[in-house]
T-cell receptor, first 115, second 115 residues
C-alpha cells in the first residue's frame, strides 16, 4: 500500500511568487491534515479536511494560504504571495475515519525556501 | 490549550547505551500520546502510541514509552541504542472525543549516536 506522497520534495521561490504544494493521502483515508515546521521549531498544525470539507482550519496563519481538497482525494496548499517567513517544511498526513483512532500517517514533507 | 514540552533539544549517546527522551504534556483530559521519528530525508514515522490501558507501551525498533498521568509525562526509552537510531524524535498529543483531530507536537529532540 502506498503511503502519503507529497510533491514537490523541494521548492525554492522568490518572495512574492506563488507556490502550490500537493499531497496525496493513503487511499481510503477521509482525513487529511497539513502541518508545517518553520526554522527548526515545533511542527504546527495548519488545517484538517474530512473528505472535501474543511473540518478545522484554525492553524492557517493568514489569508495568503489556501488549501483545497477537491473530490476528497488529493489536496493542494497554495501560498500566494509567498513571504520569507513561509520558509519551512510542510507536512501532509492522513488518517482513517475511525472512532477512537487518531493515528496519522505522514508524508516526507515539502521543503519550501522563500528567498 | 494543549502543549507538549521536550526539554532536551539535542542528546548524544554512545552506541549500545540506554536512551531516555523526555516528554511532558499539558492537556485537560486523557490524551492520545504519540512518539514519531524523522530520519534524515524521510517523513515522520510512528514509533508508538498510547490511547488507554497498559501504561507501558511497546513500539517498533525496540522502543517503549511509559505514560505517567501523575507526572504528565510520556518518556521514550530504548535499552540499547543502535547507530541507525540517529534521528529527530517528536512527542505529540492528540485529543480524545473531540472534533479536533490535530496533533500538537513538541519541538523535537535530535539524537546523535557515537560509535
Amino acid at each position: 500500500e502506498a503511503g502519503v506522497t507529497q510533491f514537490p520534495s523541494h521548492s525554492v521561490i522568490e518572495k512574492g511568487q506563488t507556490v502550490t504544494l500537493r499531497c496525496d493521502p493513503i487511499s481510503g483515508h477521509d482525513n487529511l491534515y497539513w502541518y508545517r515546521r518553520v526554522m527548526g521549531k515545533e511542527i504546527k498544525f495548519l488545517l484538517h479536511f474530512v473528505k472535501e470539507s474543511k473540518q478545522d482550519e484554525s492553524g492557517m496563519p493568514n489569508n495568503r494560504f489556501l488549501a483545497e481538497r477537491t473530490g476528497g482525494t488529493y489536496s493542494t496548499l497554495k501560498v500566494q504571495p509567498a513571504e520569507l517567513e513561509d520558509s519551512g517544511v510542510y507536512f501532509c498526513a492522513s488518517s482513517l475515519r475511525l472512532a477512537g483512532s487518531n493515528e496519522q500517517f505522514f508524508g516526507p514533507g515539502t521543503r519550501l525556501t522563500v528567498l | 490549550a494543549q502543549s507538549v514540552t521536550q526539554p532536551d533539544i539535542h542528546i548524544t549517546v554512545s552506541e549500545g547505551a540506554s536512551l531516555e527522551l523526555r516528554c511532558n504534556y499539558s492537556y485537560g483530559a486523557t490524551p492520545y500520546l504519540f512518539w514519531y521519528v524523522q530520519s534524515p530525508g524521510q517523513g515522520l514515522q510512528l514509533l508508538l502510541k498510547y490511547f488507554s490501558g497498559d501504561t507501558l507501551v511497546q513500539g517498533i525498533k525496540g522502543f517503549e514509552a511509559e505514560f505517567k498521568r501523575s507526572q504528565s509525562s510520556f518518556n521514550l526509552r530504548k535499552p540499547s541504542v543502535h547507530w541507525s537510531d540517529a534521528a529527530e524524535y517528536f512527542c505529540a498529543v492528540g485529543g480524545i472525543g473531540t472534533g479536533r483531530r490535530a496533533l500538537t507536537f513538541g519541538s523535537g529532540t535530535r539524537l546523535q549516536v557515537q560509535p
